[in-house]
């Protein structure tokens, strides 16, 4: 089987180092007439074959950064009020929404959470597929059919070909993320976003779709935004880890020096969360909730929970290279220093 | 898709052997003899008598059952009491005015409620959305007889547009178009407000779910997203609505035919009423009933091909 999803970086002149690259990344989200900032300053790059996982507990910013990159929120409750994001080379936050639409779905791709109502119930799915190919490439519908098998080969839908007509109801949860994989894969993109893509699925099926998702990955080169709050998930996958909590990045590591050294409080917190085989210990859950955006405290984001609180977390920590670790960063006045 | 069509024709048989037995019940325990209200109080008892047994009252209830219903699987409905024309041809002739009376207004109804409904729920709490929502309070607050008679003092009587009294019966097929515009808009006017409001309500919703999101996320414009992805799943709910309410378009029909002097059903339920003419009464009730059962398997048929998770089901 031969797969015909183009692997040339397509911008030849300049290929761009970073398949996606975020600058001082601010989005603000309404609640009740006032603005928060839920995500604040958020800076990171990908690379084509690279695989960044963000982390964090639910509300602590991870998918509004992926809607902010997809030029998706919604426009009365959410905007992006700080930074730059730029894909494949293209500044998203400077251009109109056509520019972005014609970004979106052909350089940048996003699969979502729930399979289930990701789709749409009453269009046959092999129409869903070659809608972007259709929008993007400009393919006949016949043409397009044809592609769209081909995806749903590459995504290893069995009987791709009878399946085209069918309907989102007849297949199972872990087939219709496979087919929003097809989709968001159909036009080559240089950038994935997966936004919790295995959350919804049985354990097994978990597995299969990230095995397959790190074949494309391989395949393809491309650059993937992978946002889960599963550790297990990030250290089968991950080549970087971002952790975020009320909307800051707290700490950036490489994968296996983030699980030998969780730095910041709150990703130790998390690690000691996770049910472990080789540990007998009892989980420590985190003790409180995320504070919601108008209560945020000043300063430290995490210092109502932590427990090496001390009063110069009243100002808000910088996130600095460790001096042991220059490319593992941590956002805490304690453990900076150490 | 056959099965499907077999399947909700063969509920239909039930639905209507209720319909026409309750019709059936309904004329006959109506109180008082049926041959006094035709022949008067001064009729000898032997004329009665020869009515009673031309009607077939002299019969027992079952027979009289079994004869009914045997007599409409025909396609007879009987003969009117008063003109003893068959009432069949009677409803015949003036079906045609009905249905195109009926056909029009589910048509106005359809291409300007989606529209502006789609439009509020766009922009909402915007012009469009404020437009919809008081046409729409409008329509529902207006009877009938009260727009049709604006209607016509606006654009039959002031701006001569259309006529008055209706020509719906020329033979000049434009004629009997501008005869068709004010009564359809009047009896229309109920089925926007209707479609709008539903359209409104399920596109609100539709526009926020995940599928949506889906369609965005592939970099489709917002034309395609809002017609084609989020309408597709609104088609669902406006097709219940619409079902729903022909069979109150058709009673609704009754008011616009005599507002407008229209030829119709309408029209001709009047007449029997004032003339007590119980046979094409029932009549008429059977026509109707029917309408109605065929209506509503034209929606779940309808269903069948806006959803495509009916099939199986």
């Not at chain 1, 500044?91 to 979502?112: K, L, V």
């Not at chain 1, 006949?140 to 791709?160: F, T, Y």
């Not at chain 1, 030998?260 to 409180?288: F, Q, W």
């Not at chain 2, 009376?101 to 915007?126: C, E, H, K, N, S």
Request: charged share 20%; proline share 7%.
């Amino acid at each position: 089987m031969t797969f015909a999803l183009d692997t040339a970086a397509p911008n030849a002149e300049a290929p761009p180092a970073n398949a996606l690259t975020v600058e001082g990344l601010t989005t603000s989200i309404r609640i009740a007439g006032r603005w928060f900032d839920a995500v604040r300053d958020v800076s990171f790059t990908v690379g084509p074959r690279e695989t960044l996982a963000l982390v964090g507990e639910s509300g602590c910013g991870k998918s509004l950064t992926a809607l902010s990159i997809m030029g998706l929120l919604p426009a009365a409750v959410g905007r992006v009020s700080a930074g730059r994001i730029v894909v494949d080379g293209v500044d998203m936050t400077a251009a109109d929404e056509p520019a972005r639409e014609a970004m979106r779905g052909d350089r940048i791709g996003m699969i979502f959470q729930e399979p289930m109502t990701s789709l749409n119930p009453v269009l046959p799915i092999g129409f869903q597929i070659a809608e972007s190919l259709i929008q993007h490439r400009g393919l006949s519908k016949r043409d397009a059919r044809k592609r769209v098998v081909e995806l749903m080969e590459l995504v290893r839908i069995p009987a791709a070909e009878e399946r085209l007509d069918a309907y989102p109801h007849q297949f199972s949860g872990g087939m219709r993320q496979r087919v929003m994989i097809a989709m968001a894969l159909a036009c080559s993109p240089r950038v994935l976003i997966a936004d919790e893509p295995t959350t919804a699925l049985d354990v097994t099926i978990q597995a299969q779709v990230l095995a397959l998702l790190a074949d494309l990955q391989k395949q393809v080169g491309l650059a993937v935004l992978l946002i889960t709050h599963n550790l297990g998930v990030v250290a089968s996958v991950a080549d970087r880890v971002m952790v975020m909590y009320g909307g800051d990045v707290v700490e950036s590591a490489p994968m296996r020096s983030f699980f030998k050294a969780p730095t910041h409080p709150y990703s130790e917190a998390l690690l000691n969360a996770m049910p472990r085989v080789d540990r007998a210990t009892a989980l420590a859950p985190i003790p409180g909730q995320v504070p919601t955006l108008p209560d945020m405290p000043a300063g430290c984001r995490f210092q109502s929970r932590c427990p090496l609180r001390v009063d110069k977390c009243a100002e808000r920590p910088p996130l600095v290279p460790m001096a042991s670790d220059p490319a593992h960063a941590v956002r805490c006045w304690v453990r900076a220093g150490a | 898709m056959l099965r499907f069509v077999a399947k909700r024709l063969a509920l239909a048989v039930p639905t209507l052997w209720a319909v026409l037995t309750l019709v059936f019940v309904l004329v006959r325990i109506v109180p008082g003899d049926p041959t006094i209200v035709i022949l008067g109080d001064q009729a000898s008892p032997a004329a009665r008598a020869a009515l009673r047994e031309r009607l077939g009252l002299d019969q027992p209830l079952w027979s009289q059952y079994w004869d009914f219903m045997v007599q409409i699987l025909h396609g007879d409905l009987g003969r009117s009491l008063v003109t003893n024309r068959p009432i069949i041809t009677d409803v015949g002739a003036v079906l045609p005015f009905t249905i195109e009376l009926t056909v029009a207004a589910l048509v106005i109804g359809v291409v300007i409620g989606v529209p502006l409904g789609v439009m509020a729920a766009r922009r909402r709490d915007g012009f469009a959305d404020w437009f919809a929502r008081i046409f729409s309070l409008a329509g529902l607050s207006f009877p009938a007889f009260v727009s049709g008679i604006l209607l016509l003092i606006c654009f039959a009587v002031q701006l001569r547009w259309f006529p008055v009294i209706s020509t719906a019966n020329a033979s000049d097929p434009m004629e009997r178009l501008r005869a068709l515009v004010l009564p359809a808009f009047n009896l229309g006017l109920i089925m926007v407000a209707y479609v709008t409001r539903v359209t409104r309500s399920g596109m609100l919703k539709a526009l926020g779910e995940d599928y949506i999101r889906t369609a965005r996320a592939k970099g489709l414009p917002q034309r395609i997203v809002v017609w084609r992805h989020a309408l597709r799943n609104v088609l669902i709910p406006i097709v219940t609505v619409i079902g729903l309410y022909l069979g109150v378009l058709i009673g609704n029909a009754v008011v616009t035919e005599i507002v407008f002097n229209r030829p119709g059903l309408g029209k001709l339920i009047v007449t029997a009423l004032n003339q007590r003419d119980y046979a094409l009464l029932q009549g008429l009730m059977v026509v109707s009933a029917f309408a109605i059962v065929v209506a509503n398997i034209l929606t779940d048929l309808t269903y069948g091909l806006v959803d495509p998770r009916v099939k199986t089901a």
